[in-house]
């Protein structure tokens, strides 16, 4: 089927351009990059916060709307009868151009109506606490135009849970206050809240509301705000119900005028005893001294020239050059960009994830960092502290954790027990990128209990010890709650819709339930873990931990084996799951994917089997399913994963964070060709040309699940952005595949290439060095046969590492 375009990669500016507004779903974008945040579709919807998704939103969003992507921060223009909006919504009104350049981080939206060209820059500058959406008018036409324009954002009462239910309370706190050009939201202020937000624009304005009811009508909509289509502001001040800020400004444009004018979404917290500048009135001192930082066309093109700046540099840490476009792209820009946002957002905000769930993953975080280590080495440390501070000292962890508080989510708890293993995987990647062993004699609590602390180091060890003592009959490590897979909830029995499969655990008192899942991640951790304690001199613990990972190989050999593939679990009862035996879920990726990188059983022909398995039973045109055949039915002693029609999620889908572990499976066994096969499959760039509608979601990242090839649609994407497969595709394609390897003692040059790779070079920083690296891979798939560092040839494939700048060649 041919396959309608809604834009292209434009790579120079590192944008993806949006050409048609009416994508097959909204098409978002992030701005902000440590405090500050926004969402932004590409018809400028979406919604800002500071840290927190849910306990400090600032303005208000709707999932799941009718239509979708409704509310955002809009600007109306009203030329003579015409209101147009620069992003088309929300009124809708045909545009004679539109085009929306998603870019690392910013968004840049331009429209044009009846010879009046709008376009507004958006993006969080650096260090501040503030959206910048600089709208820049240019009348292209031969008449003077009379516009008016009214600017549109509103405010959520803070906490976005409560502020979607409780409105017994909430249609009666809402407060404000205007000054000038400012408008000031300050709801709860008077009581606990230190903290408010404010709507500015640079210039003198004309009128404003503050009213949602005032502004839009009650049975108007946001395409047809009353205020906006009488064309005349009705300086409306909200006590209670809902506050909005507007803004009113008249502007005339001669013949080829452009005006620019700067909107400023900000947030401020004051000390508790420097609330007020006098009674019920806030002190706008802070906010007056943002405002002045950003107050003129010429100060924000500057704080926009050293965010673009920021990200040259941030990219330029990894660059590669091959004879693809479509792979540069995705290495250079769009992979290592996803990587970033997956790092600050875990799985909280996105437009599948309404932020007032899930906070920070333990062992999701401990994942996205992986992909982001190579590009902030600190906040990657600092991550890690943070996380690890949420363990118990038995070794077991809060599942999730509150990004703004830190602590650990009771509602959810913990007891899933591939938790603990993913801190070393965490840990270990920043060691290695960063030379720092510091890290490990850092004092952390447990359960954030001052007094409690133990060195980083104790954690990692008692991570390993949490696996060991909680093995299974088979001498398998039990699963708990769920291990990576949340959905195969083997101690939870539930007949009651009203439980959820994530906390509830009917029986796991005596339980047999085992994981090969973990059994293989234990084996890849314990290796690097023991790798590790060789490093720091503790002969002892690594003999010991090497005993475990051995005792652990022979386990999975001898009970985990089902012919051709690796065994998925044994169930409650001791049953096979992932076995020819069973009727349905016969084979499951999870397993193959951890126990060929572990290597489990490589000299038996294990390993070969069970890809070649992956490839017959799992693979299809969209990528790898995680299980086949789907389940049919609800099964009582699975959960979750049987909750779902075939093909989607967890049952069959292409969950694409688990594609990359039998992707470095294939890599480990030298398998360049079938590598590189099932990467191309779920790249974005490959799936961004040939699948735009299909896929319906955007085309520049990946998305958790595409539907598997049981599903009513294969091949359509949901839940894009905040996913585990960003930092799982660049850990692959960085380290496996083009094989820059970051060590303890320099960097490891290993490739696993298609037969087909031509010369590429990666220029790579990496600590206090740069290298230059070329690779000439001479049709080979694996095996590096010399490599040349600035003229000497060295043995063996780890460049050691020292300071400067450096040439090597390699050859394959
Ligand atoms: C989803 C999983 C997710 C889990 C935990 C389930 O409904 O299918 O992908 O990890 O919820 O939130
Ligand atoms: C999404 C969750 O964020 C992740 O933790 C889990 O491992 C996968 N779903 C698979 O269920």
Redesign the pocket.
Known sequence: MEQKRYGHFDDLHREYVITDPQTPWPWINYLGNEDFFSLISNTAGGYSFYKDAKFRRITRYRYNNVPMDNGGRYFYLKDGDTVWNPGWKPCKTPLDFYECRHGMSYTRITGRKNGVEASVLFFVPLKKWAEVQKLTLTNQSDEVKQLKLFSFEEWCLWNAATDMENFQRNFSTGEVEIEDSTIYHKTEYRERRNHYAFYHVNTPIQGFDTDRETFIGLYNEFADPQVVMEGKPRNSHAHGWSPIASHYIEITLKPGETKDLVFLLGYVENEQDQKFAAPQVINKEKAHALIAELDTTEKVDKAFAELCDYWDKLLNIYQVKTANDKLDRMVNIWNQYQCMVTFNFSRSASFFESGIG?GMGFRDSNQDLVGFVHQIPSRARQRIIDIASTQFPDGGCYHQYQPLTKRGNNDIGGGFNDDPCWLIFGTIAYIKESGDFSILDEMVPFDNQPGSEVTLFEHLKISMDHVIKNLGPHMLPLIGRADWN??LNLNCFSWDPNESF?TTENVSEGTKAESLMIAGLFVVTGKDYVALCQKLGKTAEAERMQQAVDAMIEAVKKHGWDGEWYLRAYDFYGRKIGSNECEEGKIFIESQGWCTMAEIGADDGMVAKSLDSCKKYLECEHGMVLNNPAFTKYIYEYG?ISSYPEGY??NAGIFCHNNPWVIIGECIAGRGNDAWSHYAKILPSYVEEKYQTLHKVEPYVNCQMVAGKDAFRPGEGKNSWLTGTAAWMWYTVSEFILGIKPDYDGIRIDPCLPETASDYTVSRKFREADYDITIHPNGSQKGVKQIVLDGQAIDGTVIPYSKGHHVVEVTM
């Open positions: 899930r949340d959905c994530q979750e999620k967890e």
